[in-house]
T-cell receptor, first 119, second 112 residues
Framework: NAGVMQNPRHLVRRRGQEARLRCSPM?????VYWYRQLPEEGLKFMVY????????ESGMPKERFSAEFPKEGPSILRIQQVVRGDSAAYFC?????????????????FGAGTRLSVL | LAKTTQPISMDSYEGQEVNITCSHN???????ITWYQQFPSQGPRFIIQ???TKVTNEVASLFIPADRKSSTLSLPRVSLSDTAVYYC?????????????FGTGTRLQVTL
């Protein structure tokens, strides 16, 4: 059973370009989360999605950032017109449907992350 | 969400037992305590979760006193590969999925 897959692992963009980060959740998982991590800091929540729905985007900047989790295909985190401050590691996590969360409470499974560098 | 406080860093020698304590004075009745481990250049990995008393799995033990205002992650006989950042998370588990709130964690360095 493959884990959470993120690609690319490393992404280099120049200021003003667009960055697209992809995340395929674990098989059977219907919840996807995106987090951002700056060096020497903990992960900061950005957005939580279920298939075709955004459940909580309270941690996502209002401009330039968007996320989707279509019915078919991976979840996409899109950053338009990137700036140097967007340079960070972006992690995706997934969790099973809530009906299967009884014993293992809200455990999230993380991918290896995408490291975005903005030149 | 209850705020957590844990040491910024800890050092240990290989083969020793390591105990990392997390303070969560404002923990609520419905909050669970969860620990994650993060290696460099990787995403966090779930280690253990508990509500009260003691929980043990193949990786670690989690000790939670009766007042639940703190918890201690115990790693028996650490090896070099246990060098990582360890995060203590406290939050409500309602049966519905929700975001996780990470602090800065405890950076454990294991040496020979």
């Amino acid at each position: 059973n493959a884990g959470v897959m993120q690609n690319p692992r490393h992404l280099v963009r120049r200021r003003g370009q667009e960055a697209r980060l992809r995340c395929s959740p674990m098989k059977g998982h219907s919840h996807v989360y995106w987090y951002r991590q700056l060096p020497e800091e903990g992960l900061k929540f950005m957005v939580y999605l279920q298939k075709e729905n955004i459940i909580d985007e309270s941690g996502m900047p209002k401009e330039r950032f968007s996320a989707e989790f279509p019915k078919e295909g991976p979840s996409i985190l899109r950053i338009q017109q990137v700036v140097r401050g967007d340079s960070a590691a972006y992690f995706c996590a997934s969790s099973p449907p809530t009906g299967r969360q009884t014993l293992a409470k809200n455990i999230q499974y993380f991918g290896a992350g995408t490291r975005l560098s903005v030149l | 969400l209850a705020k957590t406080t844990q040491p910024i860093s800890m050092d240990s020698y290989e083969g020793q037992e390591v105990n990392i304590t997390c303070s969560h004075n404002n923990i609520a009745t419905n909050d669970y305590i969860t620990w994650y481990q993060q290696f460099p250049s990787q995403g966090p990995r779930f280690i253990i979760q508990g509500y009260k008393t003691k929980v043990t799995n193949e990786v670690a033990s989690l000790f939670i006193p009766a007042d639940r205002k703190s918890s201690t992650l115990s790693l028996p006989r650490v090896s070099l590969s246990d060098t990582a950042v360890y995060y203590c998370l406290v939050g409500v588990i309602t049966g519905t999925a929700s975001k996780l709130t990470f602090g800065t964690g405890t950076r454990l360095q294991v040496t020979l």
